[in-house]
Protein backbone atom coordinates (compact mmCIF):
# COMPACT_ATOMS: atom_id res chain seq x y z
CA UNK A 1 0.00 0.00 0.00
CA UNK A 2 2.47 2.17 0.91
CA UNK A 3 4.18 1.17 -2.44
CA UNK A 4 1.41 2.42 -4.35
CA UNK A 5 1.11 5.88 -2.51
CA UNK A 6 4.25 6.46 -3.44
CA UNK A 7 4.38 6.12 -6.49
CA UNK A 8 0.79 6.88 -8.32
CA UNK A 9 0.43 10.07 -5.76
CA UNK A 10 -2.51 11.29 -3.46
CA UNK A 11 -6.07 10.68 -4.23
CA UNK A 12 -6.73 14.42 -3.93
CA UNK A 13 -8.96 16.28 -6.56
CA UNK A 14 -7.27 19.70 -7.86
CA UNK A 15 -9.78 21.07 -10.10
CA UNK A 16 -8.10 24.61 -10.91
CA UNK A 17 -4.20 26.01 -11.02
CA UNK A 18 -5.31 28.53 -8.31
CA UNK A 19 -5.21 25.47 -5.26
CA UNK A 20 -1.90 24.93 -6.25
CA UNK A 21 0.07 28.28 -6.19
CA UNK A 22 0.77 28.63 -2.70
CA UNK A 23 2.96 25.60 -2.80
CA UNK A 24 6.27 25.50 -5.33
CA UNK A 25 5.72 25.37 -8.56
CA UNK A 26 8.36 22.79 -10.59
CA UNK A 27 10.43 24.91 -12.92
CA UNK A 28 10.82 22.29 -15.62
CA UNK A 29 8.21 19.60 -16.24
CA UNK A 30 8.84 16.49 -18.14
CA UNK A 31 6.22 13.77 -19.61
CA UNK A 32 6.63 10.58 -20.95
CA UNK A 33 3.13 10.21 -22.90
CA UNK A 34 2.60 6.61 -22.89
CA UNK A 35 -0.19 4.20 -23.64
CA UNK A 36 -1.80 6.01 -26.68
CA UNK A 37 -2.27 2.54 -28.80
CA UNK A 38 -3.25 0.66 -25.77
CA UNK A 39 -5.72 3.29 -24.94
CA UNK A 40 -6.95 3.04 -28.35
CA UNK A 41 -7.04 -0.76 -28.72
CA UNK A 42 -9.30 -0.68 -25.64
CA UNK A 43 -11.98 0.99 -27.16
CA UNK A 44 -11.61 -1.43 -30.71
CA UNK A 45 -9.67 1.53 -32.70
CA UNK A 46 -6.43 1.42 -34.57
CA UNK A 47 -3.60 2.33 -32.33
CA UNK A 48 -2.95 5.60 -34.72
CA UNK A 49 -6.28 6.75 -33.47
CA UNK A 50 -4.61 7.02 -30.02
CA UNK A 51 -1.80 8.97 -31.42
CA UNK A 52 -4.47 11.44 -32.76
CA UNK A 53 -6.25 11.95 -29.51
CA UNK A 54 -2.50 11.95 -27.90
CA UNK A 55 -1.67 14.75 -30.09
CA UNK A 56 -4.33 16.82 -29.24
CA UNK A 57 -3.90 16.60 -25.73
CA UNK A 58 -0.57 18.08 -25.82
CA UNK A 59 -2.32 21.39 -26.38
CA UNK A 60 -4.56 20.94 -23.28
CA UNK A 61 -1.56 20.36 -20.91
CA UNK A 62 0.47 22.69 -22.52
CA UNK A 63 -2.31 25.19 -21.31
CA UNK A 64 -1.99 24.01 -17.83
CA UNK A 65 1.56 24.75 -17.90
CA UNK A 66 1.71 27.56 -18.76
CA UNK A 67 -1.24 28.40 -16.68
CA UNK A 68 1.05 27.36 -13.30
CA UNK A 69 4.08 29.30 -14.10
CA UNK A 70 6.18 26.24 -15.22
CA UNK A 71 8.68 27.39 -17.30
CA UNK A 72 9.80 24.30 -19.22
CA UNK A 73 7.44 21.38 -20.27
CA UNK A 74 9.15 18.39 -21.95
CA UNK A 75 7.21 16.11 -23.68
CA UNK A 76 8.99 12.31 -25.00
CA UNK A 77 7.03 11.95 -28.21
CA UNK A 78 9.18 9.70 -30.29
CA UNK A 79 12.38 7.89 -29.11
CA UNK A 80 15.06 6.09 -31.02
CA UNK A 81 13.46 2.80 -30.35
CA UNK A 82 10.29 3.61 -31.96
CA UNK A 83 11.57 3.39 -35.02
CA UNK A 84 11.23 -0.55 -34.30
CA UNK A 85 7.46 0.06 -34.58
CA UNK A 86 5.16 -1.45 -37.50
CA UNK A 87 6.13 1.01 -40.56
CA UNK A 88 2.79 2.44 -41.27
CA UNK A 89 2.34 3.13 -37.46
CA UNK A 90 5.53 4.80 -37.37
CA UNK A 91 4.59 6.91 -40.63
CA UNK A 92 1.45 8.49 -39.33
CA UNK A 93 3.80 9.44 -35.80
CA UNK A 94 5.61 11.40 -38.52
CA UNK A 95 2.69 12.87 -40.44
CA UNK A 96 1.23 14.20 -36.95
CA UNK A 97 3.51 17.27 -36.56
CA UNK A 98 2.18 18.30 -40.07
CA UNK A 99 -0.90 18.04 -38.97
CA UNK A 100 -0.59 19.38 -35.29
CA UNK A 101 1.34 22.40 -36.04
CA UNK A 102 -0.05 24.68 -38.39
CA UNK A 103 -3.64 23.59 -36.33
CA UNK A 104 -2.34 25.28 -32.91
CA UNK A 105 0.59 27.73 -34.03
CA UNK A 106 -1.06 30.24 -33.68
CA UNK A 107 -2.06 30.06 -29.96
CA UNK A 108 1.04 29.19 -29.59
CA UNK A 109 2.29 32.15 -30.73
CA UNK A 110 -0.17 34.98 -28.93
CA UNK A 111 0.89 32.64 -25.71
CA UNK A 112 4.35 33.94 -26.04
CA UNK A 113 5.27 29.78 -26.07
CA UNK A 114 8.30 28.97 -27.51
CA UNK A 115 8.87 25.21 -29.26
CA UNK A 116 12.22 23.28 -28.99
CA UNK A 117 13.42 20.17 -30.07
CA UNK A 118 15.73 17.83 -28.83
CA UNK A 119 16.81 15.03 -30.31
CA UNK A 120 18.64 13.83 -33.80
CA UNK A 121 17.19 15.43 -37.42
CA UNK A 122 18.99 12.43 -38.98
CA UNK A 123 16.53 9.60 -39.96
CA UNK A 124 13.27 11.94 -39.77
CA UNK A 125 11.48 12.81 -43.11
CA UNK A 126 11.59 15.70 -44.64
CA UNK A 127 7.88 17.16 -44.20
CA UNK A 128 7.88 16.09 -40.52
CA UNK A 129 11.51 18.55 -40.19
CA UNK A 130 9.87 21.02 -42.32
CA UNK A 131 6.66 21.31 -40.04
CA UNK A 132 9.07 21.10 -36.83
CA UNK A 133 11.41 23.84 -37.89
CA UNK A 134 8.67 26.04 -39.36
CA UNK A 135 7.02 25.85 -35.66
CA UNK A 136 10.57 26.65 -33.59
CA UNK A 137 11.51 29.29 -36.39
CA UNK A 138 7.54 30.81 -35.89
CA UNK A 139 8.29 31.02 -31.69
CA UNK A 140 11.84 31.63 -31.57
CA UNK A 141 11.81 35.05 -30.09
CA UNK A 142 8.97 34.01 -27.13
CA UNK A 143 10.09 34.25 -24.14
CA UNK A 144 7.14 32.29 -22.09
CA UNK A 145 7.01 28.55 -21.48
CA UNK A 146 9.36 26.51 -23.64
CA UNK A 147 7.70 23.38 -25.09
CA UNK A 148 10.29 21.04 -25.74
CA UNK A 149 9.53 17.97 -28.09
CA UNK A 150 12.01 15.02 -27.04
CA UNK A 151 11.71 14.13 -30.86
CA UNK A 152 13.84 10.90 -32.01
CA UNK A 153 15.28 11.31 -29.03
CA UNK A 154 17.20 8.50 -27.21
CA UNK A 155 19.18 9.34 -23.58
CA UNK A 156 21.93 6.61 -23.98
CA UNK A 157 22.53 7.78 -27.21
CA UNK A 158 22.94 11.13 -26.25
CA UNK A 159 25.06 10.34 -23.39
CA UNK A 160 27.48 7.99 -25.58
CA UNK A 161 27.98 10.96 -28.22
CA UNK A 162 29.22 13.31 -25.17
CA UNK A 163 32.05 11.01 -24.14
CA UNK A 164 33.09 10.21 -28.22
CA UNK A 165 32.91 14.29 -28.01
CA UNK A 166 34.57 14.27 -24.70
CA UNK A 167 36.99 11.05 -25.86
CA UNK A 168 38.11 13.17 -29.00
CA UNK A 169 39.08 16.73 -27.56
CA UNK A 170 41.34 15.06 -25.25
CA UNK A 171 43.04 13.13 -27.91
CA UNK A 172 43.39 16.46 -29.41
CA UNK A 173 44.57 18.13 -26.53
CA UNK A 174 42.25 20.83 -25.97
CA UNK A 175 40.83 18.73 -22.78
CA UNK A 176 42.71 17.11 -20.33
CA UNK A 177 41.49 14.56 -18.71
CA UNK A 178 41.47 16.21 -14.96
CA UNK A 179 38.97 18.95 -16.15
CA UNK A 180 36.23 16.36 -17.06
CA UNK A 181 33.90 16.61 -14.20
CA UNK A 182 29.89 16.93 -14.32
CA UNK A 183 29.70 20.06 -15.79
CA UNK A 184 32.19 18.96 -18.41
CA UNK A 185 29.67 16.45 -19.55
CA UNK A 186 26.54 18.05 -18.85
CA UNK A 187 27.19 20.89 -21.22
CA UNK A 188 27.83 18.34 -24.16
CA UNK A 189 23.96 16.88 -23.75
CA UNK A 190 21.29 18.17 -26.30
CA UNK A 191 19.81 19.72 -22.93
CA UNK A 192 23.13 21.70 -21.61
CA UNK A 193 21.02 25.47 -21.67
CA UNK A 194 18.24 23.64 -19.63
CA UNK A 195 17.83 22.71 -16.25
CA UNK A 196 17.43 19.31 -14.73
CA UNK A 197 13.76 18.08 -14.45
CA UNK A 198 12.08 18.82 -11.18
CA UNK A 199 9.18 16.66 -12.04
CA UNK A 200 8.51 13.69 -14.20
CA UNK A 201 5.09 12.20 -14.85
CA UNK A 202 4.66 9.24 -16.89
CA UNK A 203 1.44 7.86 -17.80
CA UNK A 204 -0.14 4.32 -18.29
CA UNK A 205 1.12 2.69 -15.43
CA UNK A 206 4.54 1.28 -16.44
CA UNK A 207 7.11 1.99 -13.75
CA UNK A 208 10.27 2.81 -15.89
CA UNK A 209 12.48 5.10 -17.10
CA UNK A 210 12.33 4.19 -21.09
CA UNK A 211 15.74 5.26 -22.16
CA UNK A 212 14.96 9.32 -21.25
CA UNK A 213 16.76 11.37 -19.42
CA UNK A 214 19.24 9.41 -18.01
CA UNK A 215 21.72 12.01 -16.66
CA UNK A 216 19.21 14.68 -16.53
CA UNK A 217 16.66 12.68 -14.18
CA UNK A 218 19.39 11.86 -11.50
CA UNK A 219 17.47 13.87 -8.63
CA UNK A 220 14.11 14.72 -10.34
CA UNK A 221 10.48 13.82 -8.42
CA UNK A 222 9.13 11.10 -10.29
CA UNK A 223 4.53 10.50 -10.51
CA UNK A 224 3.71 7.49 -12.14
CA UNK A 225 -0.45 7.37 -13.24
CA UNK A 226 -2.30 4.13 -14.78
CA UNK A 227 -4.40 6.71 -16.68
CA UNK A 228 -2.93 6.64 -20.99
CA UNK A 229 -2.08 9.77 -22.14
CA UNK A 230 -5.31 10.82 -23.92
CA UNK A 231 -6.63 10.72 -20.72
CA UNK A 232 -4.56 11.95 -18.85
CA UNK A 233 -7.19 15.86 -18.02
CA UNK A 234 -5.49 18.81 -16.66
CA UNK A 235 -6.93 18.52 -13.34
CA UNK A 236 -4.63 14.92 -13.10
CA UNK A 237 -1.73 16.85 -14.02
CA UNK A 238 -2.47 19.37 -11.57
CA UNK A 239 -3.02 16.39 -9.20
CA UNK A 240 0.82 15.44 -10.10
CA UNK A 241 1.95 19.10 -9.02
CA UNK A 242 0.51 19.02 -5.81
CA UNK A 243 1.73 15.34 -5.14
CA UNK A 244 5.42 17.18 -6.37
CA UNK A 245 4.40 20.13 -3.92
CA UNK A 246 4.19 17.72 -0.71
CA UNK A 247 7.27 16.22 -1.16
CA UNK A 248 10.83 17.44 0.56
CA UNK A 249 13.90 17.37 -2.48
CA UNK A 250 17.02 16.63 -0.20
CA UNK A 251 19.20 15.76 -3.21
CA UNK A 252 21.45 13.26 -0.96
CA UNK A 253 21.04 15.64 2.11
CA UNK A 254 18.99 15.33 5.41
Known amino acids: MSLKKTWFGRKKRIDSPEQLMHGQ ?39 AADELGIKILTL ?31 ELVQKNVHIRMTGWKEGVPPHTLEAVENAIERTRHNTGLILNFAFNYGSRKEMTEALRGIARDVKQGVLDPEQIDEQEYAKRLKTSDLP ?59
Open 25 to 63: IPQHVAVIMDGNGRWASKRGLPRVAGHHSGMKNVKKITI
Open 76 to 106: YAFSTENWKRPKDEVDYIMGLPVEFFPLEIE
Open 196 to 254: DPDLLIRTSGELRISNFMLWQLAYTELFFTDLYWPEFTEGHFYEAIYEYQQRIRRYGGL
